[in-house]
């Protein structure tokens, strides 16, 4: 599968790195083509990996995932314009502020999301927020964790909701994943960053996560 990767930071360097491995072709879409970390990035990883604009990415991909800082990303999807059109676009990113230090703020929360921001920026895409609350090495690897674990998902089409359950079970491992409905569902995920950032201040390290006993 062609996939395009919006964002040259850890997150997207992690998931298009992956990707390559499973035998996709990837492209890092950044602000323009040449960017230097896109560009060592696809040195790194052979023939199936290339760079170039966020549009070159869009064009390019038959699906989509938006590892952009949250600041930045409505401008990174919107780039893509009409050629995310009908395709699904994966929304890892987080509205994240440091502006005031930290811990962070969320720059938008409870009333609406960053991924509902997306969603109506880009009303033809199917917008699929999930992976946002985990750090990137387990958004890949589930398995880096012992025992059982759950991810989190939302939408407004079920059918890209499907296969996106799909490739987090059959490409990134995870057994467990918990649909939360619309992407109103959104509001929720991206306000958990709360509590996992100051989790990662208590535990001193990035590899945990949640699971829901029921």
């Known amino acids: 599968m062609k996939?395009?990767?919006f964002g040259t930071g850890v997150v997207g360097n992690t998931i298009a790195t992956k990707l390559v491995k499973l035998g996709h072709e990837v492209k890092m879409g950044s602000r323009a083509a040449g960017n230097a970390k896109a560009v060592e990035w696809a040195k790194a990883n052979g023939a199936k990996a290339s760079e170039g604009s966020f549009a070159d990415a869009a064009a390019?991909?038959?699906?989509a995932f938006?590892?952009?800082l949250g600041v930045g990303a409505l401008d990174a999807v919107q780039a893509g314009g009409k050629d995310l059109a009908g395709k699904i676009l994966v929304d890892v990113s987080n509205p994240l502020d440091f502006s005031k230090g930290m811990p962070p703020r969320l720059?938008?929360?409870s009333t609406d999301s960053l991924a509902e921001?997306?969603?109506r920026a880009l009303p033809d895409t199917k917008v699929v927020k999930t992976l946002n609350t985990v750090n990137c090495n387990l958004m890949v690897d589930a398995s880096l964790l012992k025992g059982d674990h759950d991810m989190f998902m939302c939408g407004n089409d079920a059918g890209a909701k499907g296969q996106v359950k799909e490739?987090?079970?059959g490409w990134f491992g995870w057994k467990n994943v918990i649909d939360l409905g619309d992407?109103?569902?959104a509001r929720a995920q991206e306000a958990y960053l709360l509590l996992w950032v100051r989790l990662y201040?208590?535990?001193q390290t990035p590899n945990f996560n949640v699971h829901l006993a029921r």
Request: net charge negative.
């Open 3 to 5: 996939i395009a990767i």
């Open 60 to 63: 390019f991909g038959e699906l």
């Open 66 to 68: 938006n590892c952009t």
């Open 107 to 109: 720059f938008v929360c």
């Open 117 to 119: 921001q997306i969603q």
């Open 167 to 169: 490739i987090l079970t």
């Open 183 to 185: 992407i109103t569902g």
């Open 201 to 203: 201040g208590a535990l």
